[in-house]
Structure formats: C-alpha cells, structure tokens
C-alpha cells in the first residue's frame, strides 16, 4: 500500500462513527453498504448495507445481495434489532441489524461486515421475470476490507455537482452527507454448507442526512479499483424529465496523490433489461483526457416493481462487471435504475 496517501481525505476520524442514540430529528437517517467483487469474478456481493432511520430506531432496514457468475442469487430485504453501536473503545463504531453488522475498525483503513442468518435461494432469471421468492437457506460471510483510495466526497470534486446537490431535489435523492471508497478485501461467503474464500475489491458508501426518493428518474454509477492502484468512479443520474442535464460527478485516481474530478460523457444508461453480459463500458472525461473503460456485466440483481411506474426505483439493478482499462481487469460496481415504463425487456 501506498503509505503517501491521504486515506482520510481530509475528513475527520468522528465522521466514520455512527450515531449512538436515536437522532432528534426523525427524517435523519445512518447508513453504511459494501459493494464486494471476487478477483476471480465467482462470487459478487453487489450491496450489502444498513438503514437506520430515526423514524423506526429500534430496527434498521438490512439489504443482502450474494451473486454468483453461474446465476444463482441469495438476497434478503427485511428489518432487524439494532445492535449496540460501541465498539471496543466505547465510540459508537458499529452498525448493525439483525445477522447483519458492520464495524468500523480503524477510520479510513479497516472496515468489517459480517453476517449470519438466512436469505432468499433464487436466480438472475427468476428475478428478471419478478419471481423474488424462493427457499430459505443459511448464508454466512464475513468482509475485511483495507481502504486503497480517498475518499470521494460527493460535491466536492466539481462546483457544478455542489450546486445541483444543493438547490435541486439531486441532492435529496443522494441522501445528505455522503462519501464513497475504493478498497481490497479478504473473507468468505458460505451458502448452503458450501465455503467459498477469496481476495478482491471494492468499495463502500458512508452517507448520514436526509433521504426522499419520490419522484427519482433514475441513475447510473459504476466504480472498481484495478490491480496498479488505479481507479475510477461517478455517479450521474439520467437527464431530468425536461430533458435538463442533472447531477454528473466522477474522478479518476491514477494510483498515487488525490483524486483527479471527472464528468462520465458516456455512460450505459438501463434502456434494456436483461439477464448478464451486457456491454456497460464508459467514458470519463478530466484533465488528464478521456478515459476509455470497458465494461461486461458478470452478475445482475434485480429489483423489479410495478412495470408501469414512473418511479425509477421500480427497476433497480445492482450487479458485477468485468472491467478492462489500459490492458488492466478489475471486477467493480455498478448499479442503474430508470422508470419501468421506459425500458425494454429481452429474455
């Protein structure tokens, strides 16, 4: 690891703490996902995370997503007690829910999350087809991730983003103070008996304030940290409904130093849903030029509602890809959502 970066950002060690008593005000909301990709692109983990929301302190919203590359999917979507928030030292270092718990072990450096209970036994094409439902089964795993790159900030890589996080419904939708971080990981996931261990990367979303979703129009994000120590990430949401550019904000981290501010100028933006290897390669634009990365999704988990909403949230995709960059493969993160209404289906 290169010990010339600043893992911190800038940002102070309390901001990785969570919070230990119910907030006052009961909008606020706590939380902390993973995204997790095997080097060898088996097994994904495309959002695992932690909801606390004031309004229901004693049990959080816990998500699980476990992908394989031969289609099976293990998921869960419930709430669960809260955890004790104290750590060893007595800060309040830990969130967690029902079987699943996340810590945070050194501030910018060494983060867990661990789970034991059961999830949802289903395929990429049972969930295509809005068939969420299957056999319970025992699932365990356990994450240790070292922090690789710093901290992306949202809003404060481009005065563009930070205004329209800040006078538009964008920065609702993005839910308050938020940041997000490239990592390497180490740990197991078990599935019915069967014990699978790995090396790979990833990266996790730190974010407390405010979250409204109605009326969201979609979005697309995507992230991965390849074996140089170069990476990228960004998050753009679809043009408005007028047809108005929205919230388009990235970088481009080159292995050493900070992060250079990037805008995405092609993204694959969900037109279609379909089932895996889908072409989702991208195009950063920054002072360094354009970058070209190529992009094959592995593993998709989808979250499909009411096909005739308007409400982009009714089709949710969290899945893996197969990046290339330069000669460079990584596996990483991407996540897209638009109004059911708007998409094609192909089987």
């Known amino acids: 690891m290169n010990t010339s970066i600043d893992l911190t950002g800038g940002l102070d060690?309390?901001?990785?703490?969570?919070?230990?008593?119910?907030?006052?005000?009961?909008?606020?909301?706590?939380?902390?996902?993973?995204?997790?990709?095997?080097?060898?692109?088996?097994?994904?983990?495309?959002?695992?995370?932690?909801?606390?929301?004031?309004?229901?302190?004693?049990?959080?919203?816990?998500?699980?997503?476990?992908?394989?590359?031969?289609?099976?999917?293990?998921?869960?979507?419930?709430?669960?007690?809260?955890?004790?928030?104290?750590?060893?030292?007595?800060?309040?270092?830990?969130?967690?829910?029902?079987?699943?718990?996340?810590r945070c072990v050194e501030p910018f450096r060494l983060l867990t999350a661990s789970f034991e209970g059961e999830a949802a036994k289903t395929t990429t094409a049972d969930l295509l087809n809005r068939n969420s439902d299957g056999p319970r089964v025992p699932v365990r795993f356990h994450i240790e991730a070292t922090l690789v790159v710093p901290p992306w900030i949202n809003g404060e890589l481009s005065s563009e983003a930070a205004h329209v996080l800040e006078s538009t419904v964008e920065?609702?939708?993005?839910?308050?103070?938020?940041?997000?971080?490239?990592?390497?990981?180490?740990?197991?996931?078990?599935?019915?008996?069967?014990?699978?261990?790995?090396?790979?990367?990833?990266?996790?979303?730190?974010?407390?304030?405010?979250?409204?979703?109605?009326?969201?129009?979609?979005?697309?994000?995507?992230?991965?940290?390849?074996?140089?120590?170069?990476?990228?990430?960004?998050?753009?949401?679809?043009?408005?409904?007028?047809?108005?550019?929205?919230?388009n904000e990235g970088y481009v981290f080159t292995g050493d130093g900070a992060l250079v501010p990037a805008r995405v100028v092609h993204a694959p933006w969900l037109t279609t849903l379909q089932p895996g290897n889908e072409d989702v390669s991208l195009v950063l634009d920054s002072e360094l030029g354009r970058v070209e990365i190529g992009g094959e999704t592995v593993t998709s988990v989808f979250n499909l509602g009411d096909p005739t909403s308007s409400n982009a949230l009714a089709a949710l995709v969290q899945g893996g890809v197969r990046y290339t960059w330069d000669g460079e493969e990584a596996y990483g993160a991407i996540e897209r959502s638009a109004p059911p209404k708007e998409l094609t289906w192909t089987a």
């Open 13 to 102: 060690d309390g901001r990785e703490l969570f919070f230990a008593d119910r907030p006052d005000d009961r909008q606020m909301r706590d939380s902390a996902s993973f995204w997790v990709y095997d080097d060898a692109g088996l097994v994904t983990l495309p959002r695992i995370g932690v909801e606390a929301a004031a309004s229901n302190w004693d049990l959080h919203q816990y998500q699980v997503n476990i992908a394989f590359a031969d289609g099976r999917v293990f998921r869960v979507r419930e709430k669960g007690r809260r955890h004790s928030p104290l750590g060893p030292d007595g800060r309040p270092s830990v969130l967690g829910a029902g079987p699943l718990e996340f």
């Open 171 to 247: 920065g609702a939708f993005l839910g308050g103070a938020r940041y997000e971080q490239l990592f390497r990981v180490k740990g197991f996931v078990r599935v019915e008996g069967e014990e699978y261990r790995f090396t790979g990367t990833g990266t996790r979303v730190r974010r407390q304030g405010h979250r409204e979703m109605a009326g969201f129009w979609g979005q697309c994000q995507q992230s991965a940290v390849f074996p140089s120590g170069r990476g990228f990430g960004y998050i753009a949401h679809r043009p408005r409904p007028n047809g108005e550019d929205s919230y």
